[in-house]
């Protein structure tokens, strides 16, 4: 299993947000852009008949990147930026056991 990665943002990093956002907007744990949306048809196809709000699970997602940029600014940095396209995505096949996900399936012997 690949290892993940948290987006979460820190604390330092809603702060620096802060002046950016009106006094009545609370900073995002995540970025935007982040979240996912699939639509009735895209869950269709993936076989997801229901899923429960805060439900987690690891997902298989194969992209293409759709532009990269990075540039200098004058005040010392390096900005980068990537847009992926999510072209395929595999979801947890929960019809089969961990076992049989980890070993295949077996003829009760």
């Not at 802060?18 to 048809?41: H, I, K, N, P």
């Amino acid at each position: 299993m690949p290892n993940l990665i948290d987006l979460k943002r820190t604390s330092a990093d809603k702060k620096e947000n802060e002046s950016m956002l009106s006094s009545e907007v609370e900073a995002e744990d995540y970025a935007w852009g982040l979240q996912l949306d699939l639509q009735s048809d895209e869950l269709e196809k993936l076989g997801v008949d229901k899923l429960s709000v805060g439900d987690e699970f690891e997902i298989t997602a194969m992209v293409r990147v759709k532009s990269f940029s990075e540039n200098d600014s004058d005040e010392g940095g390096k900005n980068k930026s990537a847009g992926l396209l999510i072209k395929a995505i595999a979801m947890p096949d929960k019809s089969k056991s961990t076992a049989e996900k980890l070993y295949g399936e077996s003829d009760g012997k």
